[in-house]
């Protein structure tokens, strides 16, 4: 079964500080990957996806994440967290065949920045 | 501006009636799909369609009914049926490719009193 775990339901950092929000995946086919942010009642938007042409994939707002496939993970990291940052992340996996077009979440990690 | 439109971002009924809730995208997008976000439990899929007048079941169809009349648009009935419907609805579209990111509505916040 396709599924996808995050590691960390909240995670809290200062501001300046390194972000890393953990996503691990389950597949026995070559999966496509996405980060997506989501702040308070609004709808997700995409931070950077990995579609296979390089292992590391650079997003918005200096946010980038690397396909390990040895590990099947897909980390995401920002090198110096910012206020604005503090938002819920979500980390989704695509496959083709008969899921064509379908995400699969995980259940996401609330990230809180401290002054 | 292209993008994806839900209405209304606020919404409260009564215990027992129906309710639809509007999504239209003017993004050609063939692919369209509700989701039911619930605090701690992230996304999960209630119906799909990947084309006009085709629909499937996502994870927790049950109590949703959905149309897909328009390429433009895909609303999601909520009924009687669904024992917990108080959630925070959202709407995304696609392109078919299976590495097409999926585009998000605002969302719309149904309250059952």
């Known amino acids: 079964a396709q599924s996808v775990t995050q590691l960390g339901s909240h995670v809290s950092v200062s501001e300046g500080a390194l972000v890393l929000l953990r996503c691990n995946y389950s597949?026995?086919?070559?999966?496509?990957l996405f980060w997506y942010v989501q702040y308070p009642n609004q709808g997700l938007q995409l931070l950077l996806k990995y579609t296979s042409a390089a292992t590391l994939v650079k997003g918005i707002n200096g946010f980038e994440a690397e396909f390990k496939k040895s590990e099947t993970s897909f980390h995401l990291t920002k090198p110096s967290a910012h206020m604005s940052d503090a938002a819920e992340y979500f980390c989704?996996?695509?496959?083709?065949?008969?899921?064509?077009?379908?995400?699969?979440f995980g259940r996401g990690t609330q990230l809180t920045v401290w002054p | 501006d292209g993008g994806i439109t839900q209405s209304p971002k606020y919404l409260f009924r009564k215990e027992g009636q129906n309710v639809t809730l509007s999504c239209e995208q003017n993004?050609?997008?063939?692919?369209m799909y509700w989701y039911r976000q619930d605090p701690g439990q992230g996304l999960r899929l209630i119906y799909y369609s990947q084309i006009v007048n085709d629909f499937q079941k996502g994870d927790i169809a049950e109590g949703y009914s959905v149309s897909r009349e328009k390429k433009e648009s895909f609303p999601l009935t909520v009924t009687s049926a669904q024992k917990n419907p108080t959630a925070f609805y959202l709407c995304a579209s696609s392109g078919r490719l299976v590495y097409n990111e999926q585009f998000f509505g605002p969302g719309t916040r149904l309250t059952v009193l």
């Open positions: 993004l050609n997008h063939d692919a």
């Open positions: 597949s026995s086919v070559p999966p496509y």
């Open positions: 989704a996996v695509s496959y083709g065949g008969s899921t064509l077009g379908r995400l699969y």
